[in-house]
């Protein structure tokens, strides 16, 4: 088994981790009647939003990076072009 396969594999089972441990922190918490199963519940959907909603903002803010990059790169070749002498072209 090649190393490369073994790094993706664990990048793709890192985000179940902190679900599993959410899931069985909270089956003791019910189990021990800390908290009751509607009470749980509300508790997921708060970190399902916040997960997305958090992750959709990381999606747009790496959006607005590459627009600023390109625009940069865009207006560093229209300089460049401005600024070459015409038997350059």
């Known amino acids: ?18 679900l599993a441990l959410l899931i ?7 189990a021990k009647g800390i908290y009751d199963f509607p009470t ?6 708060l970190v399902l ?6 992750s959709q ?3 747009f803010s790496q959006s607005l990076e590459l627009i600023a990059t390109i ?4 207006k560093l070749r229209l ?7 015409p038997r350059d072209r």
């Open 40 to 45: 749980v519940m509300q508790v997921y959907s």
């Open 1 to 18: 088994m090649k190393l490369s396969s073994i790094y993706e594999s664990f990048d793709q089972c890192t985000p179940l981790v902190p």
């Open 71 to 74: 625009r940069r790169r865009r």
């Open 57 to 59: 903002f990381m999606d």
């Open 49 to 54: 939003f916040s997960v997305t909603f958090a």
């Open 79 to 85: 300089m460049s072009q401005h600024t070459s002498s």
């Open 24 to 30: 069985y922190v909270s089956g003791i918490f019910i």
